[in-house]
């Protein structure tokens, strides 16, 4: 659990409860909605949504049946408030297995408090409970207010290396 703090903040004529209790659960398949709807919500902020094809049955397919990913939900009073979508990668160099955040998402009426540091602590646990070597992740460059937080971790941009993407008719064309 995170917190237990109960403070009060004023946003208009919002109060929002800070720093309550926080919990986290594993995703479970019927959750693929709720994860599906957390996707949406990160590409809206990032400013991609157009670019969301993802639907239910492909989530619940890759996810839940495939096992090629895991969800871990941030939980305040029962009620989901953030996730991350993380899997496992592997470094040849280490010699072991690493975890890859896909994505981490906490909604804008809970960020501030602690929480998206909270879910990387989770991850960072899990990744020593499996032994694994790293936790990395990418970040879009525009996403200011994202690498402050991340660079306050300790975390290190991967500044040499540059990343490479094929898909869609690309891929296709090479895979024949």
């Not at 690498?147 to 895979?175: K, Q």
């Amino acid at each position: 659990m995170f917190g237990g703090k109960h403070v009060r903040k004023t946003e208009g004529d919002r109060v929002i409860q800070m720093k309550k209790a926080l919990t986290f659960r594993y995703a479970e398949r019927k959750d693929t909605h709720l994860i599906l709807q957390f996707i949406k919500e990160l590409a809206d902020y990032e400013k991609m949504l157009h670019e969301v094809v993802a639907d239910d049955a492909t989530l619940e397919e890759w996810i839940f049946d495939k096992q090629k990913a895991e969800v871990l939900f941030a939980v305040v009073d029962g009620k989901e408030i953030g996730f991350a979508l993380f899997f496992h990668n592997f470094s040849t160099f280490l010699g072991r297995a690493g975890i890859y955040l896909e994505d981490l998402f906490v909604k804008p009426e809970y960020r501030g408090n602690g929480y998206g540091k909270a879910i990387l602590k989770k991850l960072a646990s899990i990744a020593i409970e499996r032994k694994c070597g790293r936790l990395e992740w990418w970040c879009l460059d525009w996403n200011k207010p994202s690498i402050d937080f991340y660079l306050s971790l300790g975390a290190e941009p991967m500044s040499d290396w540059t990343v490479y993407r094929i898909t869609g008719d690309t891929l296709t064309n090479l895979a024949e």
